[in-house]
C-alpha cells in the first residue's frame, strides 16, 4: 500500500469523523426545537417505525423518530387542513403511527417519548459500535 493511498484513507476517516460531529451538533439543534414545539396542549404523537429518524416529512419534523401536531394546528393542502386529516396521511401514504393525547395524558406522552429517547440511544451505540470496527479494519490495513 502506497503512503498516497494511507494519507487518502487518513484523510477520508478524519472528514468521516468531521462530518458525524456536525451531524451530533445538528441533531441537538433539533432535538432543542422540537422541545420547545411540544406544548402542554392536546394534539398527536406521530411515530416511525425508526427512533433514529430525524428530519422532515410533508413539512413536520421528526426527532427520534417522532412529532407532536396540536389538535389546532392546520395544514393547508392537505384535504380539509384539520390535524386529525394529516396524521391519517401521514399513517396511510407513510405507515406512521399516530395517537392522540389530551391535556390529561401529558405524563403517558412524556413517557413515550423518554422511551423513544432510550431506543435511540440504543440504536446510536450499536452504530458507534460498527463505526470502531470500521476504523480499526481500516487502521489494520494500513501496513
Known amino acids: 500500500m502506497t503512503n498516497e493511498t494511507k494519507e487518502t484513507k487518513e484523510e477520508t476517516l478524519v472528514e468521516m469523523k468531521k462530518r458525524v460531529k456536525e451531524l451530533e451538533q445538528e441533531l441537538e439543534e433539533e432535538k432543542k426545537k422540537t422541545d420547545l414545539i411540544i406544548k402542554r396542549d392536546e394534539g398527536y404523537l406521530v411515530w416511525t ?5 430525524d428530519g422532515m416529512t410533508a ?9 407532536f401536531v396540536r389538535s389546532d394546528r392546520k395544514f393547508p393542502g392537505y384535504g380539509n387542513g ?7 396521511y401521514l399513517k396511510n401514504d407513510f ?7 389530551t391535556k390529561d395524558d ?6 413515550r417519548l423518554t422511551y423513544r429517547a432510550r431506543e435511540r440511544k440504543e440504536i446510536e451505540a450499536k452504530i458507534g459500535t460498527q463505526s470502531e ?3 480499526k479494519l481500516l487502521q489494520t490495513h494500513q501496513l
Open 95 to 101: 405507515g406512521y403511527d399516530f395517537q392522540f393525547f
Open 82 to 88: 384539520s390535524s386529525e386529516y394529516f396524521v391519517n
Open 49 to 53: 417505525k425508526n427512533p433514529a429518524y
Open 59 to 67: 413539512g413536520l419534523t421528526f426527532t427520534d423518530g417522532m412529532a
Open 133 to 135: 470496527m470500521l476504523e
Open 106 to 111: 401529558m405524563d403517558e406522552l412524556q413517557k
